[in-house]
C-alpha cells in the first residue's frame, strides 16, 4: 500500500492511524523559521466516529488506507443488516449496525446514500442531505392553522422523529435536512 | 487590487524610512553555487546549464559580503526561496525585508524594527519583551540550562495531544513548546530574546553567557514575523557552524550543500560588528489585511501545486 509524507496531509485524505482507517480533516504546518518543523492534524477515525489531535515530526509518513466514498442505491434492512446496491454493477454490500450508525434514522428504499467502504466493507453511511418521508404518527392536525407557528413532534416510516408544524396528518410526505433532523417543507403527493 | 495597493504601499513606507535613514538599499542575486546548511532549512535546486545551483533561502550571506565589502548600512527587499514549507502562514517563496545596521547589536536592532513598525503601521503598537530562557521557566517550569531532555519531553507530552515524544531532541521539544504552547499566549507584538545557544544560526554567543546567543524574533500574536541577531562575526567559528551543519544532515540522509566560499572568505577579511534582521513581507500583509491564510496576500500563484489544507 501507498503512503503519505506529512508534506502531502490535506483535508480529506485517508491514512491509517494505529491500525484504523482515518480521515484527516484539518493539517496545520508548524515552522518556526530556523527550527524543526511539525504538522498538526486533527484527525477522524472513520471506524468509531472520534476526532483526535495529533502531531508529527514533518517528514513522518503514515501509511495510505484503502477506503473509497461510494454512491450506491439502499435496498432494504434484514433486521441485522443494512443492504446496499452499487447501481452501475449491482454489487451489493451488507452494512452492520455499527457501520451504519444514526444514519439509519434517514434511509428509504432507493435513495442513493454514500457508502464508506475499508478494505471493501462498508465501515460508513452517509445519508443524501435531503430525504422525502412519510408521517407514521402523529398527533391530529389542527384544521385551519396553516400559517401560525407552532410545531409537534411527528414519527417518521424510518422511525426519526422531527419537529413538523401543527397541521401535518399521518400519511402525508415530508421534507427533512438530515444534517440537522430539520423539517423543511411538505411535499404534494 | 487592495492587496496589490497594500503591497505597494508598505514597500513605499520601507524604502520611505531606510532611506531618510540613509542605508544603501540593495538587490543581491538568487541564483547560487552554494547555499545555507541549516539542517532544518531545505534549499530549491535548479539546474543551470546542467549545473546544480540553489534558490537562495535568504539574502543573508550575499548582504554580508556586501557589507564586507563597502562598510555601511544596508537594506533589501526580496524573494527567498524553502522547499517543504507550505501551510497556512508558509510558502515556499516568500518575501523579505532583510537589513544590517553596521555598529550596533542585536538590542539596538530591536528597537528599530519597533520603530520601523509603529511608522508603518501608522498606529503606535505596544511591543512586549521576553526573554527566551524566562519564557519557559514562566509558562512551563523548564530551566533551559540544565538541559533535561527526559523533561523537556514530558513538557512536550503534556502539552501537545497525540506526538510521539521519543524521536524528539532537546531543540525539536523547544522548537515545538516555544510555538504551539508560549507563542499562543501571546498578545500584539512580543519580542522574544536571547535564544539557547544550541539555536544560535548566525548569531554571535553572549559574550557574558555563552549558554545564550544574541538573537531575536519577534511574534504577532503567535505569527513569527522576524528574526534577528548580532551576527556573527568569527570566520573560523562560522565554518565550524556549517561543518556541523552538513555532518547533521549526512547523519540524517539529507542532501549535503557546498559551503559559500566566497562568504567565508569575505569574513575572513572582517565583517564589521554589526546586527541584522529578515522581517516577512507576506505576513506583514496578512497583519495588516487581518488575514489568516498567506496565500491570500500573494499577487499570484505560479507554483502549481495542489491545494494545501
Known sequence: MASYSTNEFRGGLKVMLDGDPCSIIENEFVKPGKGQAFNRVKIRNLKTGRVLEKTFKSGETLEAA????????????????????????????????????????????????????????????????FVEMAITETDPGLKGDTAQGGTKPATLESGAVVKVPLFLEVGEIVRVDTRTGEYISRVKA | MERLRQRARLYKKIRAFFDE?????????????????????????????????FLQTSPEFAMKRLLVEN???????CHAFRDEERGRFHHPEFSLLEWYNVGSDYMQLMQQVETLLNQILEKPSEFVKASY??????????????????????????????????????????????????AKTFKGYTFVYDYPATQASLARLKPTDPLKAERFELFYNDLELANGFSELTDATEQRRRFEQDNARRRNHGQMIYPLDEDFLNALESGLPACAGVALGLDRLLMVQ?????????????TLGLPTAL
Open chain 1, 66 to 129: 484503502d477506503v473509497m466514498d461510494i454512491d450506491m442505491q439502499y435496498l432494504y434492512d434484514d433486521g441485522e443488516f443494512y443492504h446496499f446496491m452499487v447501481p452501475d454493477t449491482f454489487e451489493q454490500h451488507a452494512a452492520d449496525k455499527n457501520a451504519v450508525g444514526d444514519a439509519h434514522l434517514w434511509l428509504k428504499a432507493q435513495d442513493t446514500c454514500e457508502v464508506t467502504l475499508y478494505n471493501g466493507s462498508p465501515i460508513g453511511v452517509s445519508p443524501p442531505n
Open chain 2, 21 to 53: 535613514l540613509d542605508y544603501l538599499e540593495v538587490d543581491t542575486p538568487l541564483l547560487g553555487v552554494s547555499t545555507n546548511t541549516d539542517y532544518h532549512i531545505q534549499s530549491i535546486e535548479a539546474s543551470l546549464m546542467g549545473h546544480q545551483r
Open chain 2, 71 to 77: 562598510r555601511c548600512s544596508l537594506y533589501q527587499i
Open chain 2, 133 to 182: 530562557f524566562d519564557l519557559f521557566e514562566e509558562h512551563l517550569d523548564l530551566r533551559i540550562s540544565e538541559g533535561n531532555t527526559e523533561l523537556y519531553r514530558q513538557r512536550v507530552k503534556e502539552n501537545i495531544p497525540g506526538i510521539d515524544i521519543h524521536t524528539l531532541q532537546q531543540d525539536d521539544c523547544l522548537d515545538l513548546l516555544m510555538n504551539a504552547v508560549i
Open chain 2, 289 to 301: 489585511l487581518q488575514s489568516d491564510q498567506l496565500q491570500s496576500v500573494l499577487s499570484l500563484d
